[in-house]
């Protein structure tokens, strides 16, 4: 069921929050008013509106913070995949700088495959959580390769240290995004801001019996699902339909195979 409202386009889950949340308030509103009306009849409505009040403002400030570090960790997601595009495009171009095509040529083949294996077989394994064991093997020709390379000349030298510290960051750059790929808001968060909105919908209930309230009440509700939603995208920034997809790497693949020695 999560898979599922995982992928499903924003605005049908814009919609989905919206509607569960208003149906939701409508049967508890019933359900309460019921109650009520026969345990309670003649009860004051003052307290349990003015709570509703600090509830609501509780509940929007904690659904503005989730949503802060939800975009906050989306950001920091995107600028591992760009920065992982970046070193792979970099070691391409100082393989083809070193100068020596029988040496480079097969490393440079390699690093494709491993950019191309990023996209097409690890991207959807971080879908569900896991990492692509085929994708962990292809590395091991690039970072092989590079070490065993022997220059001979100072400026080879030059160039195959910094091709050294590029195989290194690369392999970092792989493992930052497998560990971005978990990022997401604790649990105990979307625990917490379930139960003050069950705590808002049933204080509602209180306020007086008119179509305008009602409809009033509903729109706050449609506001909060509009929150809710938009922090649930966010949120897991490597999966689901709104996830990061993986451009910088396909744009690198297509320039580092258009790039000539």
């Known amino acids: 069921m999560v898979y599922l409202i995982n992928h499903s386009p924003p605005w049908l889950l814009l919609i989905l929050f919206s509607v569960l949340t ?39 400030l904690i659904v503005a913070f989730s949503l802060v570090q939800a975009v906050s960790t989306y950001r920091q997601a995107e600028h591992i995949v760009r920065q992982e595009a970046v070193r792979i495009n970099n070691l391409d171009r100082l ?3 070193y100068g020596n095509p029988e040496a480079t040529d097969p490393i440079r083949i390699a690093l ?8 097409a077989d690890e991207w959807p394994e971080m879908d569900e959580g896991h990492h692509s064991a085929k994708t962990e093997a292809l590395f091991k020709p690039v970072s092989k390769g590079v070490i065993e390379m022997k220059p001979s000349s100072p400026r080879e030298n030059s160039i195959y240290n910094e091709m050294l510290k590029l195989a290194d960051s690369l392999a970092d750059s792989r493992n930052d995004r497998i560990d971005a790929a978990e990022f997401a808001i604790p649990n105990i968060f979307w625990m917490i801001i379930i139960l003050m909105l069950l705590a808002k919908t049933v204080l509602s209930a209180f306020a007086e019996r008119t179509r305008t309230a009602d409809i009033v009440i ?8 509009a929150l809710l939603c938009l922090t649930f995208s966010f949120d897991e920034p490597l999966k689901g339909e709104a996830g990061i997809k ?13 790039r000539t020695s």
Do not use: W
């Open 95 to 97: 393989l083809t700088r």
């Open 246 to 258: 993986p451009v910088p790497i396909i744009e690198v693949i297509d320039v580092i195979s258009k």
């Open 22 to 60: 208003i149906v939701a308030m409508l049967i508890l509103h019933k359900i309460v008013r019921s109650l009520l009306d026969k345990y309670a009849p003649g009860y004051k409505d003052t307290l349990a509106l003015n709570i509703h009040t600090s509830v609501s403002t509780l509940l929007a």
């Open 218 to 225: 509903g729109a706050q509700m449609a506001c909060f699902a």
């Open 112 to 119: 494709r495959e491993y950019a191309q294996s990023i996209v």
